[in-house]
């Protein structure tokens, strides 16, 4: 499994940082995680990913990824697909062709389930505490990765409501409905500009298993420590 990871690592202090890329579905997925330095038994693993327009050298996954590590988490995150260092870089192309938007969340479900294929065999990663964080973009195409992952533990999905690119909430070919298994905390905003609040409200009902709907002041683009450190919470309580 290993040589199919391609790796690099630094070290900064008392943080590991690896960049990684490994191929699926024909295409090159870049990805990161930051760890202790040191570290030598299996870490829960959290999946941090990024909002729309960014990239897995955001704030959210780099700079707190780094500080969760000092926890004892291995963080990673993945560039989603037609953002950051992807072979087609077009992140408006996801929110213009809603008919893709099926297509997308496979893609990236696809993806997810063979990153937690190989990186368990590169770095110390207790594969039965995985978690899942999503920031908007990170959290409408995680719903389908986590969901049909089926390893997931726990998951905080924030800003996020269903339709669109999230899919549906209810019917046959809900993911919400595959989330039994999971501890799902949704968090959102009460000004959201983009999802309205009964978006949130019925996603939230959607889900079978243990559940909890956390409100925040402001609106989508302001993402900041009080969303991260709900996020944070939910993690440390479920992993």
């Known amino acids: 499994m290993k040589g199919e990871l391609q790796i690099r690592e630094s070290l900064f202090g008392d943080i590991r940082e690896v960049n990684f890329w490994f191929r699926c579905g024909g295409e090159l997925v870049p990805g990161v995680a930051y760890l202790p330095a040191g570290a030598g038994e299996p870490m829960p693993l959290v999946l941090i990913q990024h909002p729309g327009m960014g990239s897995k050298e955001d704030y959210w996954v780099s700079e707190v990824g780094q500080r969760w590590a000092k926890r004892g988490w291995v963080c990673a995150g993945l560039d989603a697909p037609l953002h950051g260092e992807r072979q087609t870089h077009d992140p408006m192309a996801l929110f213009r062709q809603p008919e893709r938007y099926e297509a997308v969340r496979a893609q990236f479900a696809a993806e997810v389930a063979r990153m937690l294929e190989l990186l368990p065999g590169a770095l ?11 920031y908007s973009l990170g959290s409408m195409i995680g719903l389908a990765a986590v969901a049909r992952s ?40 009460l ?14 009902a959607a889900l079978p298993g243990e559940k909890d709907l956390q409100w925040l002041p402001g609106g989508h683009f302001e993402i900041g420590p009080d969303v991260v450190r709900l996020a944070e919470e939910w993690m440390a309580a479920k992993l």
């Open 124 to 134: 110390p990663i207790d594969t039965g505490r995985l978690g899942y964080v999503g």
């Open 150 to 189: 089926g390893r997931f533990r726990a998951a905080a999905f924030c800003l996020v409501g269903e339709g669109g690119l999230a899919g549906s909430a209810a019917g046959p070919d809900s993911d919400a409905a595959k989330l039994g298994s999971v501890a799902v905390r949704i968090v959102g905003k």
């Open 191 to 204: 000004n959201d500009e983009l999802i309205p609040r009964e978006r949130t409200e019925a996603l939230f």
